[in-house]
């Protein structure tokens, strides 16, 4: 078995959440072969062991970065609402699954303060959080930008009184 066919069903066991049986019958249809449960078990155990310093290392890392991009969303696991941390940067992106959305998951990926400008949406978990500097995502900021522009419609102001809280 090949290192691609490896990966494709480490994310299909561990991502897409198919079962093992599932992954050995698909295996079947494409014509890759009959691959039994335990293989596919063993496989997905090698790539754990493979990945798992480098994860380690990278993890270990994290809070010396310049600048990190960090978000969370939730993550439905065999039924059980978690969630799902990511750390991006340039250079990697870091995933970190978690029980829970707060500060605690983030203390977890980048300590207990951060050095370097993180950048997330206005979640309140990253609120007060200690680091050099915080910068809003775009995405985040422009929609929040739509939503005023949308409710003033609406409300008489002046254009230079718009303009000067917009350069503010």
């Not at 050095?115 to 809003?136: I, K, W």
């Not at 522009?149 to 917009?166: A, C, E, M, Q």
Request: with cysteine.
């Amino acid at each position: 078995m090949d290192a691609g066919l490896q990966a494709l069903l480490g994310w299909l066991g561990c991502y897409g959440q198919i079962s093992y049986e599932k992954q050995a019958e698909l295996l079947g249809e494409l014509g890759l072969g009959e691959v039994g449960v335990g293989t596919l078990v063993n496989t997905n155990a090698r790539i754990a062991k493979t990945i798992t310093n480098a994860v380690n290392e990278l993890a270990l890392a994290l809070p010396a970065v310049s600048h990190i991009h960090v978000d969370e969303t939730p993550w439905i696991v065999k039924g059980v609402k978690e969630w799902l941390w990511v750390a991006t940067h340039p250079n990697f992106c870091l995933f970190h699954a978690a029980d829970t959305r707060g500060r605690v998951e983030l203390e977890t990926l980048l300590g207990k303060q951060f050095n370097g400008v993180l950048v997330s949406d206005d979640f309140s978990v990253y609120n007060g959080y200690p680091a050099s500097a915080q910068h809003p995502c775009l995405a985040h900021f422009r929609r929040h930008l739509k939503k005023l522009i949308k409710f003033d419609k609406g409300v008489p102001t002046n254009k230079s009184s718009k303009s000067r809280w917009l350069s503010t």
